[in-house]
């Protein structure tokens, strides 16, 4: 997806002091997720803060709860981070997001998630390299993706490895980083600089 910077991005001397306190305190979470603590005491400038943060900033009053929700799941969720970054990665494939796919590679590897992995994750559940279990997950983020639901047999499987709050945190992780492409998407959030490419196709 290409929309090419449709909604540019709040720079830092356009914040209000409520959104720059509120864009500050996503710093630390990233660089967490990115396994880089070093990176949380960066400026406060266009490339220590997350480009989708800086558009969805245009909406300073929904920023605030959905900041609070997306901190919640990725930082406080039941599911591992190996396991959340496998279905985040496959809902921006899906999707064609390039910049959520471009984040997620780092913060996938940070994860414990291996190259090779990531890059069958482009290729999908029917790649013969997966263990049952992670199969199992990429089937449901395409399912969920398709048709909002999962199958029976996809479930069952679940239901057999995971707990009640991981079941429900699944369509949470896919649903939240769908929306998320779609953001990106929409208003053509710019890619930042050295973030790995979008798969052009599976295979």
Known sequence: MTNAERLRPLRPDEWSPGVREQ?????????EMEGDRAHADA???ASSTLNILCTIAHHPTLMGPFLGFASALAMR?????????LLALRAAWNCRSAFEWGHHVV?????GLEPDEIQRIAVGPDHPDWSEEDRLLLRAADELHARQDLSESTWSGLRRQLSDAQLVEIPFVVGQYTMLSMVANATGVPVEAGL???PDAAG
């Open 77 to 85: 969720g039941v599911l591992s981070r190996r396991v959340s970054e």
């Open 196 to 198: 790995e490419r979008l």
């Open 23 to 31: 864009l500050a305190g996503t710093r630390d979470s990233v660089a």
């Open 43 to 45: 400026e406060e400038d």
């Open 107 to 111: 913060f996938a590897r940070a994860a």
